[in-house]
């Protein structure tokens, strides 16, 4: 057996996984999964950027890979693709190691992709009914479909150029804001700060900053730590990006704060529902599984929606919520045998707090301290409630899995 060979295939499964998207605690446990198969107890540790496998050989010698992560985007498909895989590479080991590799390029090779104008779509659709989700009017939705497409363009050319993280948002960020502010000074009666939200939950962070205290709440300091300052940053590149065109823009437009709109729930559920639909383009989520993850985003929604109708503030109407998407997620995920991840992505999208993670930037650059920490740790503390809400239902699965085992 060349375990060298071994290890770098088991490697590559996890590294595979990371870039597309999925969780670390995945990620490892894969890996952790395929070293079993092949009859070695293996030791993994993976950040956002480099997965490790170290595993003590029948021949007497520990042998230890590593390999480094590229910066990528969030690809459902893809992690769908590869953890069903892991399952068939666990059930049936091949004999010649070398075979993770191929599989793992043949794999990668035959994804199904949207093509480039279907992706656009998707970020006009995304930014039209979030802006109406925000209390925009049809207006502000339609500058701010305009504005995510736009963007998403601007995305597309720099994902190409192969750009860092930074600049691949920074540069979006602007095109965003420029466009919105652009259309206000061209005499189009709408909100500008409504029209940016909409169109801003195209690059939001805000699933990463749940993540990032996923990771926190679970023990995993350096993970978390990792994914919090992407977060940071991301958000850091936003609020330049989008401030930098505001400021140029500043004085051509009349400063219209527009009337918000005020719409039935049944209506605020199903722009979450279509805003969500817009973005499984650009997540690559294929088949029947883009209508379930909509869905799941429209079910958190009412949740939040009735809790906060009972009474409840921001923070218990999120637990809430959170506690029935991660549920929806874990039930479809087990009906289809695929990763709950693959619905969480799309359907959390109308809970994360990125607008705000925004706002508290924006106040940060600005320089006016007390709104930021206001704004900063009101997002942390829903991020947090959110982040819980998925770790609960998934250690009640986890117990009952264990139990019916």
């Known amino acids: 057996m060349d375990y ?3 290890l770098s295939g088991c490697c590559e499964m996890g590294r595979r996984l990371l870039a597309c998207g999925a969780e670390i605690p995945r990620a490892e446990d894969t890996v952790r999964r395929l070293l079993a198969a092949y009859g070695l107890e293996g030791e993994v540790f993976a950040i956002p950027n480099c997965v490790i496998a170290s595993a003590h050989c029948p021949d007497g010698r520990t042998r230890t890979v590593m390999r480094r ?5 969030v ?4 992690i769908e693709r590869f953890n069903d895989l892991s399952r068939r590479l666990c059930a049936a080991p091949p004999e010649d190691p070398g075979d993770i590799l191929r599989l793992c390029r043949e794999a990668a090779e035959g994804l199904r992709r949207y093509p480039v104008p279907l992706r656009l779509l998707g970020y006009f659709v995304g930014g039209f009914f979030f802006a109406l989700f925000f209390s925009g009017g049809w207006a502000e939705g339609a500058a701010a479909g305009l504005a995510g497409l736009a963007c998403g363009g601007c995305l597309t050319l720099l994902d190409r150029l192969g750009l860092n993280s930074f600049l691949s948002t920074l540069g979006p960020a602007f095109v965003l804001g420029g466009t919105a502010c652009g259309l206000a000074a061209l005499g189009v009666p709408i909100s500008v700060e409504i029209t940016v939200a909409g169109a801003l939950m195209v690059l939001v962070p805000g699933l990463v900053f749940t993540n990032f205290m996923s990771d926190l709440l679970t023990g995993d300091m350096v993970a978390g730590l990792a994914t919090f300052a992407r977060a940071v940053l991301s958000a850091g590149a936003i609020a330049l990006g989008v401030g930098v065109s505001m400021s140029l823009f500043r004085g051509m437009y009349p400063a219209h704060a527009g009337t918000a709109a005020d719409y039935s729930p049944t209506l605020y559920c199903l722009f979450a529902f279509v805003a ?3 973005f499984c383009a650009p997540f690559n989520v294929q088949g029947v599984g883009a209508l379930l ?10 949740v939040y929606l009735a809790a906060m109708g009972l009474g409840g503030n921001s923070f218990a109407a999120s637990l809430l919520a959170a506690v029935a998407v991660s549920a929806w997620s874990e039930w479809m995920a087990r009906r289809r045998r695929c990763p709950a991840t693959s619905y969480l992505v799309i359907a959390m999208f ?4 990125g607008f705000t993670i925004y706002q508290a930037m924006d106040y940060g650059l ?8 206001e704004t900063f740790f009101r997002t942390m503390g829903i991020a947090g409630c959110l982040a819980l809400g998925l770790l609960l239902v998934s250690a009640a699965m986890g117990l009952w899995h264990s139990r019916k085992g």
Do not use: H, Y
């Open 4 to 6: 060298d060979m071994l």
């Open 350 to 353: 109308p809970l994360v707090p």
């Open 366 to 373: 600005r320089g006016d301290t007390d709104l930021f920490l």
């Open 293 to 302: 993850c909509c869905a799941g985003g429209a079910l958190g929604w009412a």
């Open 75 to 78: 690809d459902i498909e893809a």
């Open 276 to 278: 969500c639909l817009g």
């Open 69 to 73: 992560v590229p910066p990528s985007s």
